[in-house]
């Protein structure tokens, strides 16, 4: 261990690390009795009653939240031992853990903040009891008092001060090789751009593209024979925090690339993959998601669009699509969509959609959307630009009927499933990324304004803020990086995933929103680059699965997990 | 040319805020993110705008120092060079020994071209490349800021005291570069993925036969004197008397 500066375990003569890993094994107790209270709650009768899970939805979603919170704590245990294991363990990195720990803890016995409106407390799941036996221990409770001492804060925000702008260093040679590269490129030639291309409402240049797509961004994970890397999800997190960090739309470019990537490689047909694949990989095939429809958006099993299969007069058959989609991602310029249909119209759930890979001619300025039977319009909106979104009518829009993700009507729904997992970790990783955005750009004003003739990172409330903005950021990194471990190691991990997604989503937005006070008025003028990760990183909580959805599926998994 | 040689050294990282250790023996690296050292990132670059030029040349990277340092030379193998070696050693080796132990490896490589950093951003000692080119009996161009190989020669710009200087030098030779020479590319996830496959060999000091000198002692380290606040004064005359009063005029 590094025992440059102060440190106050080592002054108490604690073990930081060990004890972190007594307590979250601890609280793993604690969320086996929440997951039995929401089981006797909606599965009386040892299946899931969906009227039950919805009547007891607060409840339901108490133990989502719950259930990521012992995460973050088994994560970041796990990371601290790790770093203590490799001889890496730093001052920083302890008070991290310590900070983490103290306030995470105390969430879990006095309420959760799902948003700023609605708390998960143990209340709700009739937990009170629960608290006293598995989270009000001796090691509990000198890791709080550790937290909240005033000399303890001030020692950690001096060493975040000092090493916060340094990469993190996951001691795996390719992982912090491509984390510097990245790095380097987003510093030189992303963020000195971002806040231009987002005043003005630019799409990223097509040569930054190009670029991107010669340094293998969007054939990152898929296979070498098709034109990618063989690189696993892990290294898509990093590629992706680091983009997202410069900017979000440039950092959510190979989020596209990595759906249309997963469906063609892990459900298509080999001619598919020739046909698709390499050029998705080299980034001349720029795809888009096509799900969302005006009336379906968290309700896709429902969709309406449809698509026909006609013969035409020449012989060959096509598929015919008449429909609405909208909030469809680079829409314009996307040479191919992954389109969501009802093929079977028999079929009213998901039984009867399938996946389409529709090709579409790439659109200007002038003409939106060239491509016959297709018209549609531009939705402005506050933040996430740079790709734009756009609302698509379908009228008589022509796809080959070999272009059926599979050959396999009626499997859209599950062929989805898989690949919304990479999409729900990538997002995670991107929100993990904005919220080093928001917390490096709170950190340097903090620093550098001057009030009461003093810089105001030396008021606690200035400081409080940023040591829980660097510790939840960690947080959401660890428990992000495990789930992309978990599935470069062939694991399903939807409930990772589901944590990892909800959890960075909301710290992206916290993170903005107090970097956004320590501006002050600043901080909500257009110049200033806060205010626009401000806008950016609302979005994080509603798509790729809303956070109140994302909460009903960890839940589902947990309670399934009993029955 | 058929093989170019470039030494790559493991520096900390030029944005790591540098922490000295508090008995003063030297700075803390434990943890702090390590990396090519920026002069010599560049004359691997330059290297291997010379290969992409003129067909058929080799590009070799070497480091010396403990196992970790392999972490920089897959680095370089990912950038883009062809092969590398590790000449290992736990010592903090001075530049007479590094010229040493790069002769040894020229004899046995045959380069007409061994290009380096004109120094390393850890030490600052500015001496490496001389003592090769007096050790090799070859000539030197130091702080390159413009290269161009032209048959048998190798014409160097040169960023002098007084501006630009451009000379020309027989190969074989050495090079040392400087920051302007050039902007080192990105590297790419595929390359990333080929440079696993590209060979690394190791050998250790002992083994080639080079001892390890010591002619100086790092007595103590310590942080340069914090800068003290300025005062803003309102005219000429002001500043003239606070600077007599300091002794300085
Ligand atoms: C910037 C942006 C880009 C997007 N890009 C794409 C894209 O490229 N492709 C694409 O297909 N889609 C895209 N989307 C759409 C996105 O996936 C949807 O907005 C999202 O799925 C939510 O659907 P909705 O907007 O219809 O909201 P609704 O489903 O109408 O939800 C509204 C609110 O009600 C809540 N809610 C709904 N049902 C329940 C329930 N059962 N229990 C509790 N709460 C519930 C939701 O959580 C939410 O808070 C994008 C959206 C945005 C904003």
Redesign the pocket.
Known sequence: MNRETLNFCDQLNINVVEVAHGIAQDASKYLEYAIDSVVARVAPDGFINSQLLETN?HAVHSLAWIATYVEVLLRTSDWADCLDRENRLGDLDQSMLVVIFGEYLQQLKNGIPMNQVETARPVDLGLESRVAECLSSNDIAQLENISANPDFRLAAVQQLSEREFESPIMGDETLDLVREQFRRFADEKITPHAQTWHDKNDLVPLDLIQELGEMGVFGLTLPEEWGGSSLGKLTMCVVSEELSRGYIGVGSLGTRSEIAGELIASSGTHDQKNQFLPGIASGEILP?????EPDF???LAHLKTRAELVTRSSGDSVWRIFGAKT???HAVRADLMTLLVRTEPEERGYKGLSILLAEKLRGNEKHLFPSEGMSGSEIE?LG?RGMR?YEIGFNGFEVPAGNLLGDAPGQGFKQMAQAMESGRIQTAARSVGVARNALELGLRYAIDRRQFGKSILNFPRVYGKLLLMAAETIAAREVTYFSAREKDSGRRCDLEAGMAKLLAARVAWSNADAAMQIHGGNGFALEYSISRVLCDAR?LS???G????QA?VIARNLVNSRL | MQKIMVALKRVLDYNVRVRIKSDGTGVTTDGAKMSINPFDEIALEEALRIKEREKGVEVLVISIGDLVCQQQLRTGLAMGADRAVLVQTDQILEPLTVAKVLKVLVDQESPELVMLGKQAIDGDNNQTGQMLAALWGRPQATFASELLIKGEQALVTREVDAGLETIEVDLPAVVTTDLRLNEPRYVRLPEIMKAKKKPLDIISLDELGVEAISQFQVVLTESPPERQKGVIVKDIGELLGLLRKKGLV
């Open positions: 939805q888009t998601v096509a799900f969302t958006g968290s309700d909030w469809i991602t909106v996430y979104e979005v509603i798509f790729e809303a956070s109140e959805i009903t």
